[in-house]
C-alpha cells in the first residue's frame, strides 16, 4: 500500500488518501476515553471529576503545538510533522495502560495533545489552503470514523476482556502503525506538485499575531470554535455515564447509543460533502444548530430509554457539518488576510474547549446530578447560535477593509 501510494500518478489523491487516514487516527482516541472513563477512574481510584484533569493536560499539549502551527510546519514539513505526532499519539496511548499512577496518566495526556494539535491544527491549515469545501467536510468526516470507532472497541474490550485497557492498546498500536507509514511516505508531501495548482491567497500573508488579536472578528471565530468543540466533546464524553449512572441504561446498551453519537456525526459530515457547495456554509451551520438544540431539548425530557439513542444520535447528526463549514467560512469571517493566524488560534481554541467545558460539567454534575448535563449542553448551543450571528453579521465589512 505504502510502495504504491510513493507511485501513484496522482500524488493529490494519494495525499488525500493519507489525509483522510491520518483523521480516522485522530479520530480513535477521542472516542475511547467517554466509555473507558468509569473504568479507568476505578483503577486509579480518583474521582468523577478527575477527568478534568487528563483533558486539561491533553489541552495543554493541544494548544501548544496547534498554536505553533506555523512554525512547525516551516521546519518540519507537513510530512514529518504528522509522522512525528502520530508517534507522540501512539507512544502517549500505550503509556496510559503500563502508568502505575494517575498522575503518570496525566501527565502523557500532555504528549497526547502534543501530537493530536500539531496533526488537527496541520491538515486543517493544508486543506484549507489546497482544497474546497466538499473535501474539508470529508476530512472530518474521516475523524467521525475515528471516533465511531473508539466507542466500540472500548465496550468490546470492557465486554470480552473486562478492561479498558485493550481499547487503548489496538488504538496506540494504530497509531504507531500510522507515524511508519508516514515516515515512509514523506516524498508525497514534501515534493511539489503541479496539480495543487497555485496556493490560494490566504497562505501568501504574512500578517503579525499582535494585528490578528485586535480585529473583534477574530476573536469571535476563536469563540465559536470554543464553544463548538467543548460541546461535540462533552456530549461524546458524558454520554455513556450519564446513561449508566443517573439513567440505569445497561452497559452495552449504553456503549451502542454513545457510538450511534459518532455514527451519526460522521454520516452527517459525508453527507454535507455532498451538498456542501449547492448548500452553502452559513445554511449548513445555522441548520446544524437548530436540530442540535431541538435533540438536547429532546435529551432533557427524556420520556422514555428510546428518546436518549433518538435525542444523541440526532444531536450527532445535527453537529456534523458545523465544524468543517466553520473552518471553510474563515476567511469569509475575519478577511483573507487574518485566516492563517486565525486558523492556528482557532485550532488552539478547540483544545481549551475540548478541557474547559466537559470538565465544568464534570465539576456541575458531582456537585449537584449528572442530569445537570443535558441543561449545560442547552445553554451552549444557544451561546454558540448567538455567537455565530454575530460572527457573521460584519463579515462584509471586515473584507472589504482586509483586501486594502
Known amino acids: ?60 499539549g493541544y494548544t501548544t503545538s496547534s498554536f505553533l502551527n506555523g512554525v512547525l510546519l516551516a521546519r518540519l514539513g507537513v510530512g514529518r510533522m504528522l509522522a512525528l505526532s502520530c508517534l507522540l499519539t501512539g507512544l502517549a496511548l500505550v503509556g496510559y495502560t503500563v502508568a502505575p499512577q494517575w498522575w503518570m496518566v496525566v501527565a502523557l495526556g500532555v504528549v497526547a495533545g502534543l501530537g493530536a494539535g500539531a496533526i488537527d491544527a496541520g491538515l486543517n491549515t ?25 466507542p466500540l472497541l472500548m465496550t468490546a474490550g470492557l465486554a470480552l476482556w473486562q478492561s479498558w485497557r485493550v481499547g487503548y492498546w489496538v488504538v496506540g498500536g494504530f497509531q504507531l502503525a500510522l507515524a ?28 503579525s499575531f499582535g494585528l490578528t488579536l485586535r480585529q473583534p472578528a477574530v476573536w469571535l471565530s476563536i469563540t465559536l470554535f470554543l464553544l463548538y468543540v467543548g460541546a461535540e466533546t462533552a456530549l461524546g464524553v458524558w454520554a455513556y455515564t450519564l446513561l449508566t449512572e443517573a439513567r440505569r441504561v445497561e452497559p452495552a446498551l449504553a456503549g451502542v447509543v454513545t457510538g450511534s453519537y459518532w455514527l451519526m456525526f460522521t454520516i452527517g459530515r459525508i453527507a454535507a460533502g455532498v451538498v456542501a457547495v449547492r448548500v452553502g456554509s452559513d445554511r449548513l451551520v ?58 492556528g488560534m482557532q485550532m488552539a481554541a478547540t483544545g481549551a474547549g475540548m478541557a474547559l467545558i466537559p470538565a465544568g460539567m464534570g465539576v456541575l454534575a458531582s456537585r449537584m446530578s449528572l442530569e445537570i448535563i443535558p441543561f449545560a449542553l442547552l445553554v451552549v448551543y444557544a451561546a454558540l447560535l448567538g455567537c455565530y450571528l454575530l460572527a457573521v453579521r460584519p463579515s462584509k465589512v471586515i473584507l472589504v477593509r482586509s483586501s486594502k
Do not use: C
Open 126 to 150: 493544508y486543506v484549507a489552503a489546497y482544497f474546497g469545501a466538499r473535501l474539508m467536510q470529508w476530512l472530518h468526516a474521516s475523524w467521525g470514523v475515528g471516533i465511531t470507532i473508539g
Open 1 to 60: 500500500m505504502v510502495a504504491l501510494l510513493r507511485r501513484a500518478r496522482h500524488p493529490r489523491l494519494a495525499l488525500i488518501a493519507l489525509a483522510f487516514v491520518a483523521f480516522v487516527g485522530l479520530g480513535m482516541p477521542d472516542g475511547l476515553l467517554g466509555v473507558g472513563w468509569p473504568s479507568l477512574r476505578a483503577d486509579f481510584a480518583v474521582p468523577l471529576d478527575a477527568l478534568g484533569w487528563l483533558l486539561a493536560a491533553g489541552v495543554v
Open 180 to 207: 511508519v507509514g508516514f515516515f515512509v511516505t514523506l516524498s508525497l508531501w514534501e515534493r511539489p506538485t503541479p496539480a495543487f495548482g497555485e496556493q490560494k491567497r490566504l497562505t501568501d500573508y504574512q500578517t
Open 286 to 343: 445555522r441548520g446544524g444548530l437548530i436540530g442540535a438544540l431541538l435533540g438536547t431539548g429532546l435529551l432533557i425530557w427524556n420520556p422514555a430509554v428510546f428518546a436518549n439513542v433518538l435525542a444523541i444520535a440526532l444531536i450527532g447528526l445535527a453537529i456534523a457539518p458545523i465544524f468543517p463549514a466553520l473552518m471553510s467560512g474563515t476567511a469569509a469571517r475575519v478577511g483573507d488576510r487574518f485566516a492563517a493566524n486565525t486558523i
